[in-house]
């Protein structure tokens, strides 16, 4: 694992700069909404979805700079909706990380502002960068797909179908609608914008976004696991945990705990074999998928 | 009037049936959501900011049909810019054009994601238009400009600023501050897409950005008049209105009526004179330009 946590730890380091570079301090918005701009977005956050970006840039031969634009927009559309989805009017959460959600540092209003700045500012920024570029295209198709993945038939529908799932015992089919819209779609968007930016065929492209629809859903099971053996750890309870006691529409929730690690072991495996034949460019993909399942559920 | 009528029920009709084929009943986002997005833009609004995209099209002697893409995108940022500053948490304004607002009617959580699906979809559509453009770089160039005009430096910058001002006496800086951003910049934005799409030239491109300039700050003014001049009918008062008594930032309540109402007569004419050089085609921009001021200040 420590070649892991060396390369996550140089490319987290990338990202973080990119992304403070992105907001700095002496801009003309009023300073209350960039503090909370900052607040939300430069957190220490573990940065999967950009570090995907740039690890699946490498894998097709494509050098990192050239998917950090993708990264930073992919991680200012994760914090915007972190941020709304925090709010009192959805998720209610009062604690992200350790620390008080934007909207309890903040008030909502700022909060709610906030997210829509990094919304806003993750388009405005791979626009300048596809204005300036020799080849505008690879950064329009980033663009297009990472607002198709972010909107009504990606992230935002999928935070709606949740709001509505809530406190009704949900089934398979509503789970998997909301978590392949929720988390799945911006996944899946971070591993095909580093495939754009790093040149990749059409064949390697096809073999990464299985990859990433794979790790996607794998990744919101292992959280879910997570989520719930934390829960049972916590209240001595056999079964359930934060999620469950809202009625959230989780894989634990609705497969139980063995199948639902089971299903994420399952997928890490689809996702490694559709990386199989890639060069040793793709180790970090490799080790990615593996980390992100065996920290939940074991090997 | 009657041929500014003409002008502007026709490109509002061409902008309503754009705007409602992209959001069309039958697509995948949750009922529930994709609703609230149709109650928040399929509303009987102006169109004001698509009209003026497609009037500068047609200025430069560009298809109207050119500039829908932009059109669209437009009345879905502004949209959802108005769903989110009515919120509890901002304005808490409980009815717009005569009937309920959007969190009203359905719900704080959706209303917060109606507006985010808004603005993520004002993008996907220009992105995919871009794509699909065998010149992709004047609608590329659009979607800069209006995740700009919406983002930390505009729209978003200048409701923080207002948010901020609030509940204490504003001054004539605060208050170009705030309406510069928070109006201005989009409908600056507007005029500039119809320009971009068009194909103007530079020069024709600095006369119509200084119009949109001096559109957007007469619009505000004369917008704050109505408001301040309908309180004093309503009540009877001397001077003040809806936003003088919660110390909202406004030029009537900066300037005082008689001042503010001058300066959007200057401004107007500063608009006018902008585009002075322009042939027959620009007379819808004259005409709108007029028609803004006026059914606020009179001739």
Chains 1, 2 share one sequence.
Do not use: W
């Amino acid at each position: 694992m420590s070649e892991l946590d060396d390369y996550l730890t140089r490319q987290r380091g990338r990202v973080d700069a990119a992304l403070a570079a992105e907001f700095p301090l002496d801009t003309a918005p009023p300073h209350r909404l960039l503090e909370a701009v900052r607040y939300s977005l430069l957190n220490g956050g573990k940065r999967l979805r950009p570090i995907l970006a740039l690890a699946a840039c490498e894998a097709v031969g494509g050098a990192a700079e050239a998917a950090l634009p993708a990264a930073c927009a992919l991680e200012m559309i994760h914090a915007y909706s972190l941020v709304h989805d925090d709010l009192p009017a959805m998720d209610d959460d009062a604690m992200r990380r350790g620390r008080a959600t934007t909207h309890v540092a903040f008030g909502e209003g700022v909060a709610i502002l906030a997210g829509d700045a990094l919304l806003t500012e993750a388009f405005a920024l791979l626009s300048r960068r596809a204005l300036q570029a020799a080849r505008p295209r690879p950064l329009l198709r980033v663009l297009a797909e990472l607002a198709e993945a972010a909107g009504a038939r990606g992230m935002v529908g999928g935070q709606a179908a949740d709001l509505a799932a809530a406190g009704a015992p949900a089934d398979m089919a509503t789970v998997e609608f909301i978590h392949v819209r929720k988390t799945g779609a911006l996944l899946l968007a971070s591993v095909r914008s580093g495939a754009h930016l790093g040149g990749a065929s059409a064949a390697a492209l096809r073999r990464l976004s299985h990859y990433g629809e794979c790790l996607g859903l794998a990744f919101q099971i292992a959280d879910d696991v997570l989520d719930a053996e934390g829960a049972i750890a916590a209240t001595g309870k056999a079964a359930g945990g934060r999620d469950r006691a809202l009625d959230k529409a989780t894989y634990p929730a609705v497969l139980g705990l063995p199948a639902a690690k089971a299903r994420a072991r399952e997928l890490r495996d689809h996702a490694l074999a559709a990386v199989e034949r890639f060069p040793a460019a793709a180790d970090p993909l490799r080790a990615i998928a593996s980390y992100v399942v065996e920290r939940a559920v074991g090997a």
